[in-house]
T-cell receptor, first 114, second 115 residues
Framework: AQSVAQPEDQVNVAEGNPLTVKCTYS??????LFWYVQYPNRGLQFLLK??????LVKGSYGFEAEFNKSQTSFHLKKPSALVSDSALYFC????????????FGKGNQVVVIP | DADVTQTPRNRITKTGKRIMLECSQT?????MYWYRQDPGLGLRLIYY???????NKGEISDGYSVSRQAQAKFSLSLESAIPNQTALYFC??????????????FGPGTRLTVL
């Protein structure tokens, strides 16, 4: 079965500094990979996805993620963090050849310090 | 996402009570899902439905049941609520068809507390 690991519980970063949120995945076949963000008292919002093609995927709010097949990783990045980026971030994976279920990681709390 | 609505947004109930959480969507998607979110555990899938006649158990379906009344409506029931069902519940939808990727769109959530 597919699974996702988000190794850090919380990521603290100063405003203006680069932000990285780590994600590694496990699937039996080729993956579809997703990042979602959850702001306080809100549902999850789709940020970006990797399906195929270019390993660098650009998404909403200036975020991007890089698919690395050899390291089975899909880290989320933003060159310059904003205080408004403080939120809970979830990585998710789906095995395109398996069942249709998305497996979510436990989430990473990002705190951007002014 | 206003296209996916959940009612109620907050609910406090007592052990043993029957509770129904409702989800409606105007996105025209065939697929609907119910998840629960617990701190440190991420989202776990309770049930999912690929169309009105296709309902499937997720990873934590015990103690829950669902009803897909129409393409746009998917309800989650707790027949006899217990305290460890206290959680944040999310409904989500996704589309099918050629080239679909199962990008899911989430409702705002229902915070359920079972005393």
């Amino acid at each position: 079965a597919q699974s996702v690991a988000q190794p850090e519980d919380q990521v603290n970063v100063a405003e203006g500094n680069p932000l990285t949120v780590k994600c590694t995945y496990s699937v039996s076949g080729n993956p579809y990979l997703f990042w979602y963000v959850q702001y306080p008292n809100r549902g999850l919002q789709f940020l970006l996805k990797y399906i195929t093609g270019d390993n660098l995927v650009k998404g909403s709010y200036g975020f991007e993620a890089e698919f690395n097949k050899s390291q089975t990783s899909f880290h989320l990045k933003k060159p310059s963090a904003l205080v408004s980026d403080s939120a809970l971030y979830f990585c998710a994976v789906r095995d395109i050849n398996g069942n249709n279920r998305l497996a979510f990681g436990k989430g990473n709390q990002v705190v951007v310090i002014p | 996402d206003a296209d996916v609505t959940q009612t109620p947004r907050n609910r406090i109930t007592k052990t043993g009570k029957r509770i129904m959480l409702e989800c409606s969507q105007t996105k025209g998607h065939d697929r609907m899902y119910w998840y629960r979110q617990d701190p440190g555990l991420g989202l776990r899938l309770i049930y999912y439905s690929f169309d009105v006649k296709d309902i499937n158990k997720g990873e934590i379906s015990d103690g829950y049941s669902v009803s897909r009344q129409a393409q746009a409506k998917f309800s989650l029931s707790l027949e006899s609520a217990i305290p460890n069902q206290t959680a944040l519940y999310f409904c989500a939808t996704s589309e099918t068809g050629t080239g679909y990727t199962d990008t899911q769109y989430f409702g705002p959530g229902t915070r359920l507390t079972v005393l």
